[in-house]
Structure formats: structure tokens, C-alpha cells
């Protein structure tokens, strides 16, 4: 061990496009290790699943309806159509595993990346830090634009970075296909846009050539710009903007405090808040002590990573000014993050020796820890059950959500031939999710201090079936829970000990038993 800590060209790290392949393959395993494909898809990862199915289906982009982002369903769709199996569910797994498989990827940009600014060996940490982190493995599993998305954003800036025209070029190109992913991808645009003039502007005739930049940009983006405006009247990138700054720009008073200095302050007040919150287990300490450690003797390529994520950050403090309470939205700057931290790892292995594995080690180390702690797969596993007893018949329930998000997937028809029917005979807007008709319907909970006064009021509804897990807030239900004998007109439909983590109780109600009450 003590031969290892003097020598830091640790064999492990001499031969680094090795070590690579090894972070790559290792987190793709990690993931599937915490994270099993059978839990089914849910929420926004089904809209992007159902309109690359129905490119499956009819072989053509539908011209009726479509996701406001596009470019993840569109690159899944191909991946769709080299997949032989006749199984909806198998296309589930495969959106799984895409979004794992790209965000492991990731690795790579993040690698050479890193080159820019050390040498190699600081490269295999970076991209470890960054694979290896809890919240990007949990966001890798939903199936989202996510992984997409970061993995092209750090592809532009790099190419942008590697300081050949050519690659600058490609950059704008690669800008353009991220903002197809999301409409953030613009703000990398912007600033791209203006470290390029920053760069040349002793060089005029340089800066002309910006011209073919915007013109690769634009180009890349046209196709996808017509589209949405084809299909919504709005092209859904730069209309969106216009129309985000015009209706933010407007008095407080004509927005319910959602403009103006009222709006700025709710993002003052919880992007610092989910920022801390995201650096917790492995950035908390290397991204602080880092990005001051890269302010010092700064060069451009210093200041375009804090420029860039000055950029990439603005549409995150929007999201949270809303406010819209999610750490995912700011998973594109974890790949900052992974930089900034070979700032404080470098400096603490020139300082103490330390073997420049161990960093890795330590990563994986707390990132299971968090995601032991934090998330529960077996859990995942009986909520996707407890949906499918639901979906054997038609019934209607009080709501349950988030664990009701798993209704959906599971009454998914088994078969491409049993999906194909709903892609005919649409209206234009209804899309082939809409399409599809629910086993199980759920209505909202609202305020009753008795369990007859919530039957009678959503017995209009048509209230069936009430479901009700042992840990939950509502003090009627849980007294339903513990003493079901004290309710007749309640019959029990399931063992609910035949789940350890998912505990729940689902009755019929006796509507005949309930009126004789």
C-alpha cells in the first residue's frame, strides 16, 4: 500500500483510454446493479415512449401531435426500429437502458474535457465523478431527455474548447442537436456565441466567420423549429423564450408576483438551496474549494467554463423562481461540477501524495451509501404490483400518486399489434397515449373529516375502491388501516403481507352495506 501512495502513476491509471472503458462499463453495471429495467416507465418518459412507438408503428412522425421536446423521442425511435420484439414492455427496458448506456457515455467528453485544463490521469477521476453520482444514476433510470441532453452539452463545449475551426464549427452543429433535446440548449448557444467573439476580437475577419457558425446552428435547428410550429403555432424554442421574458418583464401585480423583482427573488431563494442540496455526497467539498481554485490565474478556458455555466444556470434559477421544486434541473451542470472538482483533488494530491484512485474509490463509495439510503428498488418493484392487481378490472380509486404513476405503464397493451389499433382514427392534438383508454381511474382526495363524508361526496364520481397505505398523513385512513373490522361496507381484496415495503390495504365498497350504515 505504501509502495502505491509514493507512486502516483498508479499502474491502474497508465494506460487511461483503458481506464475509461472500465469507468464506462463499471457504471453502466452500477446503474443496473440499483436501478431494475423491470420498473416500468412513468410520467414525461411515457409521452417521449408512446411517440417513438407510434413512429414505430406508422413508420412516420405523426403530424398531429408531438412532445415539446423532441429530439430524445425522435433519436429513441430509431432505436425502436432496431429492436425485433413484438413486446411493449421490452421498448420500456430498452428506453431504460438507452438513457443508462448515454449517460454513462457521458464519461468520455468529460474525459478529454478535462485535458483542456489537466493532464490525463485527472481525466479518469473526472469522468468517474461524475458516472458514479447517485443523482445522475436515479435520473439515468426515468428514461428522460437528460442523459441526451448533457451528454451532447459537454460534447459542444468541448469541440468549442479543443481550439480548431473545424471543431468549432461542429460545435455549433452539436449545440443545435442538444436544443432540439431541450430548449435550454440555446443558452449554450448565447454563450458560445459570445466567447467566440471574446476570442477573436482582434481578428476581424475571424469573426465573419461566425457567420457559418449561426448559419450550421440554424440549419440544425430549422427542420425541428417548422415542425412545432406546424403542429402548436409555436416553434417552442425561441417563441418560448420571447414569450418567457415578455410575460416575466410584466408589473407583479398583472402576474400574482410571478414577474419582476417578486419572481427574482423566489430563484435567489431556492436556487441556492437545491445547489446545496445536489452537491451533497461527493461535490460538497471539491466544487466550493474548486471553483476558487480555478479562478485563480484564469485563462479563456477557464472563463468559458464559468461563462458557460453562468448560461446553463439561468434557465435552472427560472425553473426554481417558478417555483418548480426538482433537483434534476440542474443535472447540466453536474459536468461542471466534475471539473471544478479536479481543481481540489489535484491540489490535495500534489499536497499529500494520496494515490489519485482513492478519490474513485471514496465516489462509489458514497454513492452507494446514498442511494442505499435514499432509494429503494424493492419498494419500486411492489408499487409496479400493487398497479397491476389494480389494472384486472375497471375500478375507480381515491388518488395515491406518486406511487399511482405506475397505473399507467402496467395497463399498457402487451403487444405492438394490440397498440397498433390506437394509432387510427385520431383527432388532430390526441395523441396515441391519449388514445389508450385507463383499466384503473383515480380521483382527488380532498378535505372530509369522515370516511362516510368521502364516499358520499365521491360516490358522484364514481368511487369504487379506496387504497390505502399503512404509512400515509390522512388520520381517517389510517384508522381505516388499523381497525378494518369497525367498516362493514369495506371488503379487503388483497394480502397486503405479502409485501415488505409497499404496505397497503384495497377495499371494495359495499354500496348496499354503506347506505344501511
Known sequence: MNKIIQDNRCKFLKKPIFCLILVVIGSIIFKLLFFPLEIPLALDSLGYYFFAMDIKITDEIPINYSP????WPLFLSIIFNLVP????FVFMEIQKLSTIVISSLTAIPIFYLSQVFFPKKYGIIAAAIFVFDPRIGINSSLGITDPLFVLILVTSLLLFLKNKEILVYVSFFTVGLATTVRPEGIFLFFAMTVLYFIKNRKNGFQNLKYLICFAIFFITLFPVLSYQENIHGNDLVFDRLTNTISYHSQDPQETEGNSGIPFILKGVENFPKYLGWVLIPNFIIFVPIGFILSIKKIDFNKFSL??????????????YAIPLQDTRYLMTLYPLFSIWSIFTI??????IRIPIILPIMIIIILSSLFLILK???EYELETVKVSQLLNETPIVVNGFFPQSRFLEPTNLPKTIEDLKSFTTDREKGKSLRSNIPQTVKEISIYEFDSIEEFITRAKENG???IIIEKDNSIQVFSEIYNNENKYPYLKKINDETIYKKFQVK???INYEKFNEN
Do not use: V
Open 375 to 377: 432509494y429503494d428498488a
Open 306 to 319: 464559468i461563462f458557460s455555466g453562468i448560461f446553463l444556470a439561468m434557465p435552472i434559477f427560472y425553473s
Open 85 to 88: 420484439s413484438n413486446e411493449t
Open 346 to 351: 489535484k491540489s490535495l494530491e500534489e499536497r
Open 68 to 71: 415539446s421536446k423532441i429530439g
Open 506 to 508: 384495497i377495499f371494495e
Open 463 to 465: 368511487l369504487s375502491h
